[in-house]
């Protein structure tokens, strides 16, 4: 689901208008927690539990380092939220290159090892929430940041649709706070988001790929001397 596809636009005026037409906080957030998943799910439907695996796996370790008693015990439940984070995002991103190179040491040293392709299917936006989710466990460990009691506003923290697949990576310290309490509509904060939504769909659609897509096609394309 492209942002600058009609499809999207659909789905955002659908998801606003009942937002707004929702009066209960809670019901409003399990709404874009819905949406959320949809509109990731819409990519590949599998990977939407991948998604939600490194959330709660995320939300239990950020409860367990602010449990700890000692900094040993904090610094080993960090390290092993660090640790899925990061082989996870190696694996999906990185597994045929490390594969490869592995082959291609055991060879320098006379082992023959021929090993079968990994058909590795990069996840949307996986580098993204993989830095939301973590920069939980950071933020606890750090102690600026307390755990969420609730399961529900970290999901909806680290899989909010707007930044989901294409950033910018938001620290859960300053998405947390948002979901204590509704905001309230206010007409001028709404023009001006629908103005830059606007001006970036025009940039995107009329000028990226419209008017400079094939002239940034020639350039790169260019094999010749510098």
Request: charged share 10%.
């Amino acid at each position: 689901m492209l942002f600058n596809s009609l499809t999207f636009i659909v789905f955002f005026v659908v998801v606003v208008t009942a937002y707004w037409s929702i009066h209960s906080w809670t019901a409003r957030k399990n709404l874009l927690v819905t949406a959320s998943y949809i509109f990731y799910g819409a990519w590949n439907p599998p990977f939407a539990a991948l998604l939600f695996s490194t959330t709660a796996m995320d939300f239990w370790l950020g409860r367990r380092i602010a449990k700890a008693k000692d900094q040993p015990s904090r610094r080993a439940w960090l390290v092993g939220s660090v640790c899925m984070n990061l082989s996870m995002l190696g694996f999906f991103k990185y597994g045929n290159f490390l594969l490869e190179n592995f082959q291609w040491l055991l060879a320098r040293i006379g082992i023959v090892y021929h090993p079968p392709h990994l058909d590795i299917l990069l996840p949307v936006g996986i580098s993204f929430y993989t830095f939301h989710s973590l920069s939980y466990t950071l933020d606890i460990y750090r102690g600026v940041l307390q755990p969420t009691r609730s399961l529900r506003d970290f999901i909806l923290a680290v899989s909010f649709f707007p930044q989901l697949v294409a950033g910018p990576i938001v620290r859960a310290g300053d998405f947390l706070p948002q979901l204590v309490r509704p905001p309230r509509l206010q007409i001028g904060q709404f023009m001006w988001g629908l103005l830059l939504m606007t001006l970036g769909l025009f940039e995107k659609i009329v000028l990226a790929d419209t008017m400079l897509a094939g002239s940034a096609d020639r350039i790169f394309g260019y094999a010749g001397p510098l």
